[in-house]
């Protein structure tokens, strides 16, 4: 008999990445971090990272999607000093630098990467990850104790920065409207 639920394969990054080439729904909400970016409020911001947060977790079959909160490293427990962001599975939450809110390349790659490690908290259960990779994913680990060439190799951090250029990609070679 055959399997009739759908993998993860089946509805996550393998379909997003052919479905992105000629969706129309992403070209509309691409259109802020591309076209005008520079001219938005912060609240308007706000609102074009929830459009792309709420587009990745219907494509990525999420379900629901994560609520977004915005932090200072300097004053939270969440971001590490260097950290562009975060994803708390336990809460569900993704946290965001606010300091990097200026540059739209930064601010989608990093929606598109914590929206990966969602995904991949979704796609694989907790026993397919080494106990290193577990207590780093959630977040008992100090993330300063691994170097940072041993944290950007794992293969949840690989899938999720190729994910991340991806999107900044698609921003960065998206066509500018004239005015």
């Known amino acids: 008999m055959k399997n009739s639920h759908n993998t993860p394969q089946q509805n996550g990054l393998s379909y997003y990445t052919q479905k992105t080439e000629c969706d129309a729904e ?10 005008k970016w520079d001219t938005l409020k912060e609240e308007e911001r706000r609102y074009a ?37 975060s994803y708390n ?9 606010i300091n990097l809110m200026n540059d739209a390349f930064t601010t989608i790659n990093t929606i598109a990467h914590e929206m990966t490690h969602a995904y991949q908290h979704k796609a694989a259960p907790i026993g397919t990850y080494t106990e290193e990779e577990l207590k780093v994913r959630e977040g008992t680990e100090i993330v300063g104790q691994f170097t940072n060439a041993a944290y ?28």
Do not use: W
């Open 89 to 97: 599975n336990n809460s569900n939450t993704t946290y965001i630098n």
């Open 152 to 179: 950007r190799c794992q293969p949840v951090e690989i899938d999720a920065r190729m994910v991340g250029d991806a999107m900044e990609e698609k921003v960065k070679t998206f066509p500018r409207l004239n005015p």
């Open 26 to 35: 992403l070209n509309t909400v691409l259109l802020s971090f591309r076209t």
């Open 49 to 85: 990272i929830q459009d792309i947060a709420d587009y990745l977790a219907k494509v990525l079959v999420l379900g629901e999607t994560p609520l977004i909160l915005y932090a200072n490293p300097s004053n939270s427990h969440f971001l590490c000093a260097d950290c562009k962001g």
